[in-house]
């Protein structure tokens, strides 16, 4: 099973609204990463979880809230977003090394998020 | 730090008809390659990948990517390319101690009957 599964697939919210978005692997990777991906650009990470810990927050606004409750799971809160957070969001997950080489990242099919 | 660059943003290309998809990358240390491929309105599939060894790296569905170090680059070719490559395609690269791939802009490759 090399599958990343990304809930819900679309999203509407309003500016007011609190959702969450969910992402769940069985692949045993302790690495899941949050991108996001604006129309014709290339996902733009967000956050790094690091063995359910996390490890890198690009600068991210507090209005997008990661949460690793177990090695399984990764949730993005989101609240009080603005139009322009309208994105495809992506996670990923990866491996430990595997002999000493780095494995590759898998990621999910997204959810198309519209903020309105 | 790290970067790569794309510099076709689009490829039109007959069916049938090879392609290369360019990418150059810049590193201090020594790097991972990728090539993403991603369809209309879904994620990102891994195509091709360089970790070690064999220069030339070889996907199941035709693809294949050489790394060359002198030239920093890492381009994507196809001999004979359908309709059904019609996507975006990502290079992207990560280095020893990195915890998360750096993505070039994309090339959008149109295959045209």
């Known amino acids: 099973d090399t599958e990343v599964t990304q809930t819900p697939k679309h999203l509407v919210m309003g500016m007011t609204n609190k959702k969450s978005l969910k992402c769940e692997q069985h692949?045993?990777?302790?690495?899941m990463y949050w991108y996001k991906q604006k129309a014709k650009k290339p996902p733009e990470l967000m956050f790094v979880y690091s063995y359910e810990k996390l490890s890198i927050n690009e600068s991210v606004p507090s209005r997008f809230s990661p949460e690793c409750p177990n090695s399984s799971l990764l949730n993005l809160h989101l609240h009080a977003l603005q139009p322009e957070d309208s994105a495809l969001y992506l996670c990923?997950?990866?491996?430990?090394?595997?002999?000493?080489?780095?494995?590759?990242?898998?990621f999910g099919q997204g959810t198309r998020l519209t903020v309105v | 730090a790290q970067s790569v660059t794309q510099l076709d943003s689009q490829v039109p290309v007959f069916e049938e008809a090879p392609v290369e998809l360019r990418c150059n990358y810049s590193?201090?240390?020594?790097?991972?390659l990728f090539w993403y491929v991603q369809y209309p309105n879904q994620g990102l599939q891994l195509l091709l990948k360089?970790?070690?060894?064999?220069?030339l790296v070889e996907s199941i569905n035709g693809f294949e990517a050489e790394f060359n170090k002198s030239q920093t680059s890492f381009h994507l070719r196809k001999p004979s390319v359908h309709i059904s490559d019609t996507a975006e395609y990502f290079c992207?690269?990560?280095?020893?101690?990195?915890?998360?791939?750096?993505f070039g802009s994309g090339t959008r490759l149109q295959v045209q009957p």
């Open positions: 590193s201090s240390v020594s790097v991972y």
């Open positions: 692949m045993g990777h302790r690495a």
């Open positions: 992207a690269v990560t280095n020893r101690v990195g915890r998360a791939l750096t």
């Open positions: 360089y970790l070690s060894g064999s220069t």
């Open positions: 990923a997950s990866r491996g430990d090394r595997d002999r000493g080489r780095y494995t590759e990242a898998f």
